[in-house]
C-alpha cells in the first residue's frame, strides 16, 4: 500500500525526464540528493570505506550512462539501488584481494596512532571500534543498518528496495542491534 | 537480557526506528516501567544507534562526489557496464566475425594475374605463388577439381578489442578464401614444373 502511494506521487519523475534527455543540471542535483544513500548501499556491501568513493563514481557515471534503460521512471530508487548493489558486489572481490594483501603487510608495520586533531584519543578510539563493529557486522544485517542510520530510511523503503518483507528488515534490524551490542560489551561505556 | 522477551526488544528496536504505533508505545511504556532489564537494554541501544550513526555520518555522509555532471561523456559514448551487462558486445562481435568469415569464404578475390609457379613441398601438396612475388610464403592450398583448379587461401586473424572494464578480449576470426580458375594451358603448367 505505501509503496503504491508513493507512486502515485514522486517529486523526482520529472527529474527522471531531465537526466534522460540529457539535462546535466537535473543529473547534479539529483546526484546530490542521493549520494548518501547511495553510498551507504555501497558501504552496506563492501564494508570498506576506502573503496566507497571509487565505487560511488562508477554507479554515477552509470547512472548517467544507462538512465534509458529505466523503464519506469517510479521505480528509479529500486533501479538506483540495485545499480549500485551490483557495482558494490563486483568490487567486493578487489576489496577482499587487498584487504588480504594489507593483513599482509600490516603485520610488518608499527602500530598507528590514535591521535586525531578533531578529538580526543579515547573519542577516536571508539569511534573506530563502532566501525569495526559495523563492518563486523554480516552484509545480510549491514546493509539495512546503514541504510537506516545514515540515511534515515524507514523499514517499508528498506524493504521496498531490498526487495523483502518489512518484517525480515524489522527483524535484521532487531538481529543487527543485538551483534553491535555483543561486539562493543567492553569497549563502549 | 534473558529477562526480556524478544517482542519487547522488538518494539524497542521500532521505538528507537520511530515505527512503534500508538497502542504499541503504550506497550512499551509499561514494559519499561515494569522491566528495568528493557530500560537498560533500551538504553544500550540507543547508545548505540547514537555512536554508530555518528560514526556512519563521519565517515560516509560527507559529500565527496569527484564526478563533474559537465565532465561526463555524451550518450553515445561506451559507459560502465556492471554485472551481467559486461561483455554483452561478446555476442553480436562474435557473429559479426562469423559472417566476415563467411562473406570472405564466399566471394573469392579476382583471379591472379599473370603466370604462376607451381612447386611440391614436403607433403607432397602443390603451392602457388605468383611469379612476381616468388619471395613471398605460399599463399595457400591448389587442388584440380574437374577442369577447374581451387586454390584455397587459409588465415587466421586475431583481433584485440579494449573492453569498458579495460581488459583486452580477443577475437579469433578464421578467413578462408577460396578461388577457382580454369586448368592452364599445357605449356603454361609444363613451363611450371620446369621451373
Known amino acids: 500500500m505505501a509503496m503504491a502511494q508513493r507512486k502515485a506521487f514522486d517529486a ?157 528488515v524489522e527483524t535484521r534490524l532487531v538481529r543487527s542491534r543485538r551483534l553491535l551490542r555483543d561486539y562493543l560489551r567492553d569497549k563502549v561505556p | 537480557m534473558a529477562s526480556v522477551d524478544k517482542d519487547i526488544e522488538k518494539l524497542i528496536v521500532r521505538s528507537l526506528d520511530g515505527e512503534l504505533s500508538e497502542d504499541e508505545k503504550l506497550r512499551l511504556n509499561r514494559e519499561l516501567i515494569r522491566n528495568p532489564e528493557a530500560h537498560r537494554l533500551m538504553e544500550e541501544y540507543k547508545r548505540i544507534d547514537e555512536l554508530a550513526g555518528a560514526a556512519l555520518n563521519d565517515t560516509l555522509g560527507e559529500e565527496r562526489i569527484g564526478l563533474d555532471p559537465a565532465g561526463l561523456p555524451s550518450r553515445s559514448q561506451p559507459q560502465l557496464a556492471t554485472g551481467y551487462h559486461r561483455g554483452w558486445w561478446l555476442v553480436p562481435g562474435a557473429i559479426a566475425a562469423a559472417l566476415l568469415a563467411i562473406v570472405v569464404a564466399r566471394f573469392p578475390a579476382p583471379t591472379p594475374s599473370g603466370s604462376t609457379m607451381a612447386h611440391k613441398n614436403q607433403l607432397g601438396v602443390n603451392h602457388v605463388v605468383p611469379v612476381d612475388r616468388q619471395t613471398a610464403q605460399p599463399e595457400g592450398l591448389m587442388r584440380t577439381v574437374g577442369t577447374n583448379r581451387v586454390r584455397r587461401n587459409m588465415g587466421r586473424e586475431i583481433i584485440g578489442v579494449i573492453g569498458e572494464d579495460g581488459n583486452i578480449y580477443w577475437i579469433e576470426v578464421d578467413r578462408i578464401q577460396t578461388i577457382k580458375w580454369p586448368k592452364p594451358e599445357p605449356l603454361a603448367r609444363m613451363t611450371a614444373e620446369e621451373l
Open chain 1, 12 to 168: 523526482e519523475d520529472p527529474v527522471i525526464g531531465a537526466i534522460r534527455a540529457g539535462d546535466r543540471y537535473a543529473f547534479g542535483e539529483f546526484m546530490g540528493r542521493h549520494s548518501g544513500w547511495v553510498r551507504g548501499v555501497i558501504y552496506g556491501v563492501l564494508g570498506d570505506r576506502d573503496s566507497v568513493d571509487d565505487v560511488a563514481q562508477q554507479v554515477w557515471t552509470a547512472v548517467w550512462g544507462r538512465i534509458g534503460e529505466l523503464r519506469d521512471a517510479k521505480s528509479w530508487r529500486y533501479w538506483l539501488y540495485r545499480l549500485a548493489r551490483n557495482a558494490a558486489v563486483d568490487a567486493g572481490r578487489d576489496v577482499t584481494r587487498r584487504r588480504r594483501r594489507m593483513q599482509i603487510l600490516a603485520a610488518d608495520l608499527p602500530p598507528a596512532s590514535s591521535e586525531t586533531s578533531d578529538g580526543g584519543p579515547a573519542d577516536h578510539e571508539r569511534h573506530r571500534d563502532v566501525l569495526d563493529a559495523v563492518q563486523a557486522l554480516p552484509a545480510l544485517y549491514r546493509e539495512p543498518f546503514v541504510l537506516r542510520h545514515l540515511s534515515g530510511w524507514s523499514y517499508r523503503e528498506i524493504a521496498d528496495v531490498m526487495g523483502m518483507p518489512v518484517d525480515s
